[in-house]
């Protein structure tokens, strides 16, 4: 896989794969965390190579080497294992960081982030997953489920840590922080007027400090 540029210390991997032909699998059965793992990965590969557009059940079946009966028994839908796929590619790279320092916490995370959705098609595939989220209610529930309220609960239980070092006051209200950091850079993704950027980020996180210390 291909690197992109570094920063504060790490880099922003290219989630785009180099899209494998299915491969032949070996005579015995697998378990099945196995072909859970491997449907997975198949999935995320397929959406970042492809997006929802080129995504169907019967390439990750014929990639994962799973039936999909199999998949159909883990997922209701298309955009159901679409999104775990995705999740299950992207989540190391949105792994929330806790050093002590809200700050730098929150610039790191923000910055990993929007690299994460300029750098990589990741940006475009979640674009994808929200617009058919709105007429696919089975989507619609696992973004929800497995995807935002989790991210959400990492931001806000980052703010609360901070209130108790006393570098934030304690009276802040912390699902509004997350709308005013997170909620800002999905809006410069979904309607781009203006660019999303890594100075951006910084930007936003200074704005908010200065009300919320």
């Not at 960081?97 to 929007?114: E, H, K, M, R, W």
């Not at 994808?128 to 709105?134: F, H």
């Not at 997350?178 to 996180?205: K, S």
């Amino acid at each position: 896989m291909k690197t992109q540029r570094p920063y504060n210390g790490g880099q922003v991997t290219q989630l785009t794969p180099d899209y494998e032909a299915p491969r032949r699998r070996g005579r015995g059965r697998r378990p099945a965390d196995q072909v859970r793992a491997e449907i997975l990965t198949a999935a995320g590969n397929l959406l970042l190579a492809e997006g929802m557009a080129g995504f169907t059940i019967e390439k990750v079946a014929a990639q994962a080497g799973a039936s999909r009966m199999t998949i159909y028994k883990w997922w209701p839908s298309k955009g159901a294992l679409a999104l775990d796929g995705y999740f299950a590619v992207v989540g190391p790279v949105l792994a929330f960081p806790d050093t002590g320092d809200i700050v730098a916490d929150l610039t790191s995370q923000l910055t990993a982030f929007v690299h994460l959705m300029t750098d990589t098609s990741a940006g475009r595939v979640v674009s994808q997953l929200i617009a058919q989220a709105q007429t696919d209610p089975d989507l619609a529930v696992v973004y929800r489920e497995r995807y935002s309220a989790p991210r959400r609960a990492m931001g806000v239980e980052a703010l609360t840590r901070a209130v108790a070092r006393g570098q934030l006051r304690p009276d802040i209200d912390a699902e509004s922080v997350v709308d005013q950091l997170w909620g800002a850079c999905y809006h410069r993704l979904l309607i781009p007027d203006q660019p999303l950027t890594e100075e951006f980020a910084a930007t936003l996180v200074d704005n908010l400090m200065r009300g919320l210390r």
